[in-house]
């Protein structure tokens, strides 16, 4: 791939139109010789505005000023001037403001909505966070749609961002090359286990999938990160899916797409509360073969009350900020000695 040149335009598309920065500012950095088909996405809306701006301003100093990859920013509303203007000048790449079809973004209308609207009084009555229809949406999107967003149609690659993280670590290399050229596919910093309440007959239409399609499952899988007994049950392991960084062509696959549409059509993305994170994980436990995982272990990093802090010489030569005793990594909640023990 050719270097990227000094100086070049930077480009904001806003739903549709592009607009083209007349005054971006000129590197006098040496260009750089390579860089991955990649992309930063970020699911916001514009009220918080001010903890995307954290989470940006903390991944363009540790990492991306270097390196000047692309941001596309989703919402189901059209994204006001304010966030347009408050994000788009902390980083000298591309930026894109992309809308989400109401389509993509609400309940389907074959759902039993007396099933569902009951789903989640349920969720309410046993202290469930998220048990409304916003959430279920978002986590509906993040499964089975975003990939397929027109501005993400062009990248391979994606690195998950969400408003309020903090990224504790300078990061002295590139996590999308280290994919690409070490063959990873997904990549992820805490694991732990998902809420039982809110995915109780997951793992069920999961095993009929399988009865259904057994040539999708991978014979080197991770079964046993995410099952204790051969995959008779699911252990709730999940990765955290707050931080990607992952082959979106994956997710595009045959495997994977009638792995969606299967659970899509079971309802319980509306009936529960199945998140993103374990339908992403138990895809990946099962569809890829495991040496395809990637615990990004350099990478310091923090998603509401969970911080994966680096340990010794990493925490040391990534000058890294976080406390090393707080780190989740091996507490009683993280799912990490199931991940060790598929090695």
Not at 108 to 118: G, L, T, Y
Not at 195 to 201: D, G, L, Q
Request: aromatic letters at 18%; charged letters at 25%.
């Amino acid at each position: 791939m050719s270097g990227f040149p000094v100086g070049r335009a930077k480009l904001i598309r806003i739903l549709g139109p592009i607009l083209i920065i007349l005054d971006a500012v000129c590197s006098t950095s040496e260009p750089l010789q390579r860089r991955a088909n990649a992309t930063f996405v970020m699911l916001v809306r514009n009220d918080e505005v001010n903890h995307a701006i954290s989470s940006i301003k903390q991944v363009e100093d540790r990492f991306n000023h270097r390196y000047n990859y692309p941001w596309v920013f989703l919402n189901d509303e059209p994204f006001s001037d304010e966030f347009v203007q408050r994000t788009s000048i902390l980083t000298d790449g591309n930026v894109s403001y992309g809308f989400i079809p109401k389509s993509q973004w609400s309940q389907p209308a074959w759902i039993d909505s007396e099933k569902a609207d009951k789903g989640r009084q349920t969720m309410i009555d046993e202290h469930v966070f998220h048990g409304v229809v916003r959430y279920q949406n978002m986590c509906t999107y993040n499964s089975g749609f975003f990939y397929h967003h027109k501005y993400l149609e062009e990248f391979r690659w994606y690195w998950r961002v969400e408003p309020d993280v903090d990224f504790y670590c300078d990061i002295d290399y590139d996590p999308f090359l280290y994919m690409e050229d070490n063959n990873k596919t997904y990549g992820f910093t805490i694991t732990l286990y998902e809420f039982e309440r809110t995915v109780r007959s997951l793992w069920g239409t999961v095993k009929e999938f399988i009865k259904e399609h057994p040539q999708y499952i991978n014979p080197d899988n991770a079964m046993g990160f995410i099952s204790d007994n051969d995959g008779e049950s699911y252990n709730m392991c999940h990765f955290w899916s707050n931080f990607e960084i992952a082959d979106m062509d994956f997710w595009r696959s045959e495997a994977y797409s009638k792995y969606f549409d299967y659970l899509y059509k079971a309802g319980g993305f509306y009936y529960e509360r199945w998140g993103d994170a374990p339908v992403h994980s138990i895809a990946a436990s099962l569809f890829l073969p495991k040496s395809k995982l990637h615990f990004f272990s350099d990478i310091g990093y923090r998603h509401s009350v969970y911080t994966h802090c680096p340990q010794g010489e990493v925490h040391t030569k990534g000058k890294c900020w976080c406390n090393p005793a707080d780190n989740f990594d091996y507490q009683s909640y993280s799912c990490m000695r199931q991940f060790d023990r598929i090695f």
